[in-house]
Structures are given as structure tokens and as C-alpha cells.
């Protein structure tokens, strides 16, 4: 089942927030966070496992609620360089194969 | 530490011909992935090998599509014959199992991808 990201394209000025989220219709194990521009292999942001987890890289940071079985990656004071399209990937199971289901993709461009 | 290698990065042929991708995984990760990207998609999972194992080929064409991981390092994935629709990046990834909080992950690194184009 693939999950649900959602906004589909979100434009920023250098400076200002935003929020992509990704939401499953099944109950999940973990959550993947990577980021890819154009042209170029997705780069791999972090992961995020238990309900109310959070994490952080410099402004970017992610939480899960795994009961809703919701993520949302949180970009805070923009930069060009966050440029690209954010993908979340889910995984229903730690056992046996370990499997990631990619969202569609959140295109995001910060201008200056 | 070297990434995940693939080539070629481009390929372009024509319907109905034969083609092979090529991917070298980070040193020591035992999980190599195949995926497909579609323009404007998330990467789909064609394959999943564990060493030199299959462990999920549910995803893959297989009356066009290949692959083997011989010695369980290096993979090739083959297509025969191609069609329009295998226009896509495939990108190949590897992991490695990394324990937090009590849990097992797999955090993946793609390779660069190879951009085919079937004409």
C-alpha cells in the first residue's frame, strides 16, 4: 500500500518553513525520509521508529505518530540547497524482508 | 567510504532489444534492492536479494525481466525484450542492518541510477 504525501509541490522563499507529511492506511514499522534532486540518487535523510519518535539534522527534523500512522518531515528557515523532492518510505515489518514503499514525492523549491 | 556504483548512467535503445544494468553495492551491506522510477514516482521495488539470495521478486516483470547477484556482491539486472513503458531510472540500492532503540532497520543508499530510454 503506498502511503499518501501530501503537499504534492510547495514553493518557499529562502527563510520560511514547511511541512510534508505521509500517511498510511496500514500500521507501520518505520518511516524513511530522503530528499533526491533532479537528476540525481536519493539521498537518505533519516529514520523514524516508534510513535511520538523525533529526530533532527541540522533544521530538518521528522516525528511519527505510528497510532495514526503518520509522519511529517519539518524544514525550518529554508535553504536553496533544500531544493528537491522529498520521498517517504514505509516499512509495515522489521522481520523477515525489510521492504520500503516509496510515496509519490513532495516537490519543494526555496527561491531566493 | 566508496557509495553504491552503477553505469551506465544512460542508455538509450530501440523497442523490442536487450539491455543490462550493472551495480557494485557498498562494501560489506548484504542487502541489494532494484528499484524502478518512473518520471514523477517514487522508486518502485523490482527485486530484493539477501547475499546472493532472492528475497522478494514479486515486483518483476518476469517474462522481460532478470537479475542475479552472483557471489553476493555485484547484481546485474537484464531486460528482454524492452518495451516503451521500461522508460525509467532504475536504481539500484544496498543497506545494512543498523539496531536502534531495540529495533532492526535497514537504512538504504542508492547508487547514481541508470536512465534508460526505449524508443
Known amino acids: 500500500q503506498q502511503p499518501v504525501q501530501s503537499p504534492q509541490a510547495v514553493i518557499l522563499r529562502e527563510g520560511e518553513d514547511a511541512v510534508i507529511n505521509c500517511s498510511s492506511s496500514k500500521a507501520l514499522y518505520s518511516v524513511h525520509w530522503y530528499r533526491q534532486k533532479h537528476g540525481e540518487a536519493p539521498v537518505f535523510l533519516m529514520i523514524l521508529l516508534k510513535g511520538g519518535e523525533q529526530k533532527g539534522h541540522d533544521k530538518i527534523s521528522a516525528s511519527f505518530n505510528e497510532k495514526k500512522q503518520q509522519s511529517s518531515l519539518y524544514l525550518t528557515a529554508s535553504q536553496l540547497s533544500y531544493s528537491g523532492t522529498y520521498f517517504c518510505?514505509?516499512?509495515?515489518?522489521?522481520?523477515?524482508?525489510?521492504?520500503?514503499?516509496f510515496g509519490k514525492g513532495t516537490k519543494l523549491s526555496v527561491i531566493p | 567510504e566508496a557509495g553504491v556504483a552503477q553505469s551506465p548512467r544512460y542508455k538509450i535503445i530501440e523497442k523490442r532489444q536487450s539491455v543490462a544494468f550493472w551495480c557494485n553495492p557498498i562494501s560489506g551491506h548484504a542487502t541489494l534492492y532494484w528499484y524502478q522510477q518512473i518520471l514523477g514516482q517514487g522508486p518502485k521495488l523490482l527485486i530484493q536479494f539477501q547475499n546472493n539470495g532472492v528475497v522478494d521478486d514479486s515486483q518483476l516483470p518476469k517474462d522481460r525481466f532478470s537479475a542475479e547477484r552472483l557471489k553476493g556482491v555485484d547484481s546485474t539486472l537484464k531486460i528482454q525484450p524492452a518495451k516503451l513503458e521500461d522508460s525509467a531510472v532504475y536504481l539500484c540500492?544496498?543497506?545494512?542492518?543498523?539496531?536502534?532503540?531495540?529495533?532492526?532497520?535497514?537504512?538504504?543508499?542508492f547508487g547514481p541510477g541508470t536512465r534508460l530510454t526505449v524508443t
Open positions: 540500492a544496498s543497506s545494512l542492518a543498523v539496531v536502534s532503540r531495540d529495533r532492526v532497520v535497514y537504512e538504504q543508499y
Open positions: 518510505g514505509t516499512a509495515r515489518s522489521g522481520a523477515g524482508s525489510y521492504q520500503l514503499t
